[in-house]
């Protein structure tokens, strides 16, 4: 069996059915509404939980089941049937909020956080970029001070996905000196007298996902609220920075697959000039080049995700995997656009939508550009 195989067992075809017709049901009708109201509803959370879909990919020790690439067959035919890169960053939060406290919590965080949030009954945002720093962690200036069986936290974080819905955020904050030796992990409830969301973000794409601006304000959180042992928060986020690329690189390649399933019967149905879009050379060979990086860029991506699932170090690879989908899903959505004209740049029609929130994959995650310092780092220049 090739690593590409693991993807179509029959069990994971089931899952494939589960999760169209969940999604052709109870996130298709309401895609519009949920982008005009700036956020999906908890009752999708709950709905979702119900039929344990937010389970996948976490051990079965914390209430999870399946691996990784039940994860992202979920993100694929979430995408694949209606959904949107956007719904995925606000259904699928939990997997960069919860998996350091499953990994490094004891018992009762495990209780408290991750059992109920894989349940669908709780909302988890993960909060690390600062107004002042991007992708530079360890500079993060939010300062947790010890203060008897309590700290006390002050400082701001921006760009948090589900920051105005979360029951509480996973928190990078500074406890020690500078640089990244320096972090630490804490979990903070948000109806903890002195946090506050201090703006909704206004997006250019993912309209459906929430995005807040969060102040933290003499925030006094529980020492029990400490995920691991203090310093060790880089090194928790590092480990679990491949998985969140490779998720990333999965909506790449899924958007990209949605928007050229749309734009195939369009170009056989849409007529110009007395011929169909689909008989003008032209258009083919756009069509053809969508076809082509969308499959390349879904066959690497797949084996990518399957070799990080058997535990060999990918980084350099899912690097290259994440740009490579990117690229596809930047490519073949204009070219989608293009082809739909007038029609592609309409709000209701989806291929707009598909534009939209592909942009911020190149950005997410890691941008296009750190992407590539992680491959020029291997390439003996230096």
Known sequence: M???????????NDLRKLVADFTTREIAPFMDQWELDGAVPRSLHEK????????????????????YI?????????????????????????????????????????????????????????AIT????????????????????????????????????ADYVTTVVRTGGPGHKGLSLLVVDTDTPGFSVT??????????????????DDVRVPVA??????????????????????????????????????????????????????????????????????TAARTFVRDVVARYVDGQKVSREVAMAKNTAVYASDYVVNEAVQIFGGMGYIRENEVERLYRDARILGIGGGSNEIMNEIIAKTLGLD
Request: glycine fraction near 10%; hydrophobic fraction near 40%; aromatic fraction near 6%.
């Open 2 to 12: 090739t690593y590409n195989d693991v993807w179509s067992t029959p069990e994971r």
């Open 225 to 294: 609220n400490l995920v691991g042992a203090e310093g060790t928060a880089f090194g928790q986020l590092m480990t679990r920075l491949d998985g969140e690329r490779l998720q990333l690189a999965v909506q790449a390649y899924a958007t990209a697959q949605r928007a050229y399933d749309l734009t195939i019967p369009w170009a056989r149905e849409r007529t110009t000039f007395g011929e169909p879009l689909a008989h003008r050379q032209v258009i083919r060979h756009k069509l053809a080049e969508m076809a082509r990086q969308t």
């Open 70 to 126: 039940d994860m992202m067959i979920l993100v694929e035919e979430l995408i694949g049937n209606d959904g949107s890169a956007g719904l995925c960053g606000a259904l699928l939060t939990h997997s960069i909020a919860t998996p350091h406290i499953a990994a490094a919590g004891d018992a009762d965080q495990i209780d408290k956080y991750v059992r109920p949030t894989l349940a669908g009954r709780k909302i988890g945002s993960l």
């Open 130 to 165: 600062e107004p002042g720093t991007g992708s530079d962690v360890a500079n993060i200036t939010t300062k947790a001070v010890l203060d008897g069986d309590h700290y006390v936290v002050n400082g701001a974080k921006t760009y948090i996905t589900s920051g105005t819905r």
């Open 199 to 216: 703006s909704k973000l206004h997006k250019m794409g993912c309209l459906c996902s929430d995005t807040a601006e969060l102040a933290y």
């Open 48 to 67: 979702a939980g119900e039929i344990g879909l937010l389970e996948l990919a976490f051990p079965e020790s914390v209430g999870g089941a399946g691996d």
